[in-house]
């Protein structure tokens, strides 16, 4: 199994309030990739943090292989909520791919 986990900042001009509406289309659109994509096992977003936090969200997914991953990565259904949603409002982004 390969775990797939990012780390996401969100833009500064972003308000609470849209921050709050961004985090939860990023988890709908994300967690919403369930059933969709080949080889996916799990997707969690995980969008409450802790003051201590210094980013403001998270995905938590695992895949069957490394290929589902690759798969993944350039899946339409994937590609749509990444354009539409995360990349527009994301500053950072930092991954960690490893198999579990």
């Not at 990012?6 to 972003?14: A, N, P, S, T």
């Not at 969008?47 to 292989?65: K, Y």
């Amino acid at each position: 199994m390969v775990k797939h986990i990012i780390l996401w900042q969100l833009k500064d001009e972003l308000s609470a309030d849209d921050k709050i509406k961004v985090k939860a289309d990023i988890k709908a659109g994300l967690e919403g990739l369930a059933g969709q994509i080949p080889g996916l096992i799990e997707i969690k977003v995980q969008t409450e943090c802790l003051e201590s936090s210094n980013a403001d969200l998270m995905l938590d997914s695992s895949f069957e292989d490394e290929d589902s991953l690759k798969g993944y990565a350039v899946h339409p259904a994937h590609v749509a909520v990444a354009d539409g949603v995360v990349r527009p409002n994301a500053k950072t982004r930092v991954c960690i791919d490893y198999v579990q």
